[in-house]
């Protein structure tokens, strides 16, 4: 297997609502990151685990919530979502942070509406 | 951080070869040069990396040059599937600067 899988691809959740998107890989991978891509903008980085601990948090705002409950899965619970937040999230892994000697897989993203 | 610039878009036809060119000048010693490319509505796919030698793979060639502050990745036979945005970033052999930041990349418009 050597795909990242998210889900789900497309998600419309109003501002008072609470859900989450979901990442997962069995490529044996130990490092998980989420990225926030906005319309004909390239990808930033938001989130980096690490054996599961978060390492790198790009001073995001807490209502974005990420979990890594396992090797294999890494979650972004969201809540109380301003419609500036609509973007198309990405989640990748790689192996451990070697630095540049290694490749990220990337999934397809879901696209998230706030509305 | 060190940085890379690239042009904004560039066309090519079909079946022939793509010559993208990256600028890099201060980049430092340890750092790889990567190359992602990202179709519409998908993620971003992994290329290519290099640190000083050509390299090549199926998906396309790394030319680097001998002072390292520049490289092109080269398709040799441009399909209309290779229409996307290429970005190519410099990464750190560890650490922070490890991570894989992307700059504005370029558009690459291929006509059949």
């Known amino acids: 297997d050597t795909e990242v899988t998210q889900t789900p691809k497309h998600l419309v959740m109003g501002m008072t609502n609470k859900k989450s998107l979901k990442c997962e890989q069995h490529?044996?991978?130990?490092?998980m990151y989420w990225y926030k891509q906005k319309a004909k903008k390239p990808p930033e980085l938001m989130f980096v685990y690490s054996y599961e601990k978060l390492s790198i948090n790009e001073s995001v705002p807490s209502r974005f919530s990420p979990e890594c409950p396992n090797s294999s899965l890494l979650n972004l619970h969201l809540h109380a979502l301003q419609p500036e937040d609509s973007a198309l999230y990405l989640c990748?892994?790689?192996?451990?942070?070697?630095?540049?000697?290694?490749?990220?897989?990337f999934g397809s993203g879901t696209r998230l509406t706030v509305v | 951080d060190a940085k890379t610039t690239q042009p904004n878009s560039m066309e090519s036809n079909e079946e022939e070869p793509v010559h993208l060119p990256c600028n890099h000048s201060t980049i430092s010693g340890t750092d790889y040069i990567h190359w992602y490319r990202q179709l519409p509505s998908q993620g971003p796919e992994y290329v290519i990396h290099g640190l000083t030698s050509n390299v090549n793979n199926r998906m396309a060639s790394l030319a680097i040059a001998e002072d390292r502050k520049s490289s092109t990745l080269i398709l040799h036979r441009a399909t209309l599937r290779d229409a996307a945005v290429y970005y190519c970033i410099l990464r750190a052999d560890g650490g922070s600067q490890g991570n894989l930041i992307f700059g504005k990349g370029t558009k690459l418009s291929v006509k059949p």
């Open positions: 990748a892994s790689s192996q451990v942070q070697t630095g540049g000697r290694v490749g990220y897989t």
């Open positions: 490529m044996g991978h130990r490092a």
